[in-house]
């Protein structure tokens, strides 16, 4: 199995939103240097009817300028910390490369602008899965779309959603292949757990999609997404495209 990762598209987009946060700071720093010297340099007397505008106007370049200067550092910020790879990704790659040939191209790490962030998705003939990765240990119950975790010996609802978040990954993955000119790809949806029994212990009931240890996720996929193969190997080759380039 291609267990693969968009890592140089992913830190070219972080260069690019660091020159972009560069160029705000520029624009902020102006915004304020130009602010202070209507503030030094009065250039309307306070007599002056224009004066109220005057004044007006200075303080907002103040405080627009101050407001971009800040938006450059958070996204200057956002560009350093920036994650070109997924670390949950890759271990699930390199567990499921057991089980599945050269076929199969698990992308992981997934972020762009039309799909936001997606942990991976499994692209082949059978179509394209998007998958919400955890690397969690603890008892879990999964009913239909509804989790439950062990605490202090009680079943609490759990704070995150993983069915909800996978759902919305595929979700995420149609939207970004229908901008691609990809409308009809058949995109699925499940949870995996890298941890097996017993640090991490799932009862399931009625799952709403499939849900599975890293170890046994190729079983509990055979009645759905890899019951049937619905793609040609040229569209499997576009929809990896649309997904890593």
């Known amino acids: 199995m ?18 972009v946060a560069a160029l705000a700071f520029l624009l902020g720093a102006a915004l304020l240097v130009l602010g202070i010297a209507l503030h030094i340099f009065k250039l309307v007397a306070p007599f002056n009817p224009g ?17 971009v200067a800040l938006v450059s550092m958070a996204l200057a910020l956002r560009a350093l910390t920036w994650k ?10 390199e567990i499921l490369a057991a089980h599945l040939d050269d076929r199969y191209v698990l992308i992981r790490n997934i972020s762009k602008r039309t799909t936001g962030y997606v942990d991976a998705a499994l692209v082949s003939r059978h179509g394209v899965l998007a998958l919400r990765i955890s690397n969690r240990r603890g008892a879990y ?15 609490r609802p759990l704070r995150w959603n993983p069915s909800r978040e996978a759902f919305r990954n595929a979700s995420k993955l149609r939207g970004h292949f229908k901008v691609c000119g990809i409308p009809d790809a058949p995109v699925f949806a499940s949870v995996v757990f890298l941890r097996d029994e017993p640090e991490l212990k799932l009862r399931l009931r009625q799952s709403a999609l499939p849900v599975a240890h890293a170890s046994q996720l190729v079983m509990a996929l055979r009645d759905t997404y890899l019951a049937e ?10 929809l990896v495209r649309a997904l890593y380039e």
Not at 4 to 11: F, G, V
Not at 229 to 235: D, G, N
């Open 141 to 155: 119950f999964n009913e239909g779309g509804d989790w439950l975790r062990l605490r202090r010996g009680r079943w």
């Open 51 to 67: 004066h109220g505008m005057y004044d007006l106007t200075r303080k907002s370049l103040l405080a627009l300028g101050m407001a």
């Open 2 to 19: 291609q267990n693969i990762a968009p890592t140089r598209s992913l830190r070219r987009r972080s260069r690019d939103l660091l020159i």
């Open 84 to 93: 070109t790879d997924n670390k949950n990704a890759r271990i699930l790659g």
């Open 229 to 238: 193969e619905r793609l040609a190997v040229r569209e499997v080759e576009a």
